[in-house]
């Protein structure tokens, strides 16, 4: 059976070679040559060089759009029974070292046309070349096809992805901001006052303490935690319309509340390091704003993070935002 196919670039290939081709005379020379003709209608120029370090050289240094090198190729070694060579793009950010792109929005990848039309393109046309030079056939007795992987149904709400991804997070953290104030002022005044050691004193055990202030924190951030998830997951006008349509209440609910437990939790450890009311509270809320912003930037920037600053980042309340 003859599987039928057609891989075409949305746009003419540009294609930069190099290998010792004088004369092509070389194994090299002769694919090289069959790729041209293989791409003859897709590539607006291809010039052979001498070595891989003038390709780099002049494809960074080039500054005419209409004759620019979109790919390098460079060969390596002799052609045998192995074809070796490396694919050198124009574009800098190729990120093979991750799985999934940093940003994720609803629907199919939308930036994947440059790679299936151009590159797959390429890797296919030098790929058929080397097996028509070795088995001696031109053209190949089949074909085959490639399309990426089919996307289930979804709806395309404008703007809303930018807004669960980026705003949501950001007023969740902001709306929470009020929590370093009201409890490293209290905390740390008490400690300051001596009022934490009299309680001791007394025979006030220290997780009795502790868990007194984390009683007194829910028990205000509770009612805000519910009012959130009302005005986000029950229809607030005859339409039936939700902020949040496919979340489930109770599972936000106890997001939220597990989200209070690690601040307060996380403000309590502060507390620990200040015996100035002022302070503490100005340095809560600096930690506070930090812990989600510069996390949040790294994670975007599409570099790789270590485990280690994973772990440790793990740490910060506003990571699992």
Same mark, same amino acid.
């Not at 990120?95 to 039309?117: E, H, K, M, R």
């Not at 088995?135 to 490639?146: A, G, R, V």
């Not at 809303?160 to 005044?189: A, G, Q, Y």
């Not at 509770?222 to 209440?249: H, Q, R």
């Given at each position: ?58 494809? /960074? ?11 390098? !190729? +460079?060969? *390596?070694?002799?052609? =045998?029974? #192995? ?90 953290? /902001? ?11 209290? !905390? +740390?005044? *008490?400690?300051?006052? =001596?009022? #934490? ?110 485990? =280690?600053? #994973? ?11």
């Amino acid at each position: 059976t003859k599987i039928r196919t057609s891989i075409s670039p949305s746009s003419a290939v540009e294609l930069n070679t190099t290998s010792a081709l004088a004369n092509y005379a070389t194994e090299a020379g002769d694919i090289f040559l069959n790729l041209k003709s293989i791409l003859f209608y897709w590539i607006r120029k291809l010039s052979p060089l001498p070595s891989e370090s003038e390709l780099v050289d002049r494809m /960074l240094g080039q500054n005419d759009s209409l004759t620019r090198y979109a790919y390098g !190729v +460079v060969f *390596e070694g002799s052609v =045998g029974t #192995k074809f070796n060579y490396k694919i050198r793009p124009e574009g800098r950010h190729w990120y093979t070292d991750t799985l999934y792109p940093s940003a994720v929005f609803t629907g199919p990848s939308q930036n994947s046309d440059s790679y299936f039309n151009d590159f797959i393109s390429l890797q296919h046309a030098l790929d058929t070349s080397f097996i028509e030079y070795v088995s001696k056939t031109s053209p190949l007795p089949f074909d085959y096809t490639m399309q990426m992987f089919p996307y289930p149904a979804y709806v395309d709400e404008v703007n809303m992805s930018d807004l669960n991804r980026i705003m949501l997070p950001i007023m969740t953290v /902001l709306s929470f901001l009020m929590l370093c104030p009201s409890i490293l002022k209290r !905390v +740390v005044e *008490e400690k300051h006052t =001596g009022v #934490k050691e009299l309680m001791k004193m007394m025979g006030l055990k220290t997780w009795m303490l502790w868990g007194s202030w984390m009683v007194n924190a829910l028990a205000v951030n509770l009612i805000t935690v519910t009012i959130i998830v009302i005005i986000m997951t029950v229809p607030l006008n005859d339409s039936g319309t939700k902020v949040m349509p496919d979340a489930d209440w109770s599972v936000l609910w106890l997001f939220l509340v597990l989200y209070c437990v690690a601040s307060v939790t996380s403000l309590f450890a502060v507390s620990t390091f200040f015996s100035r009311p002022t302070i503490a509270m100005s340095f809560g809320i600096i930690l506070w704003l930090v812990s989600y912003f510069v996390p949040f930037g790294a994670l975007q920037s599409g570099k790789s993070v270590s485990l =280690g600053l #994973k772990m440790l980042s793990s740490l910060l309340p506003n990571m699992a935002v």
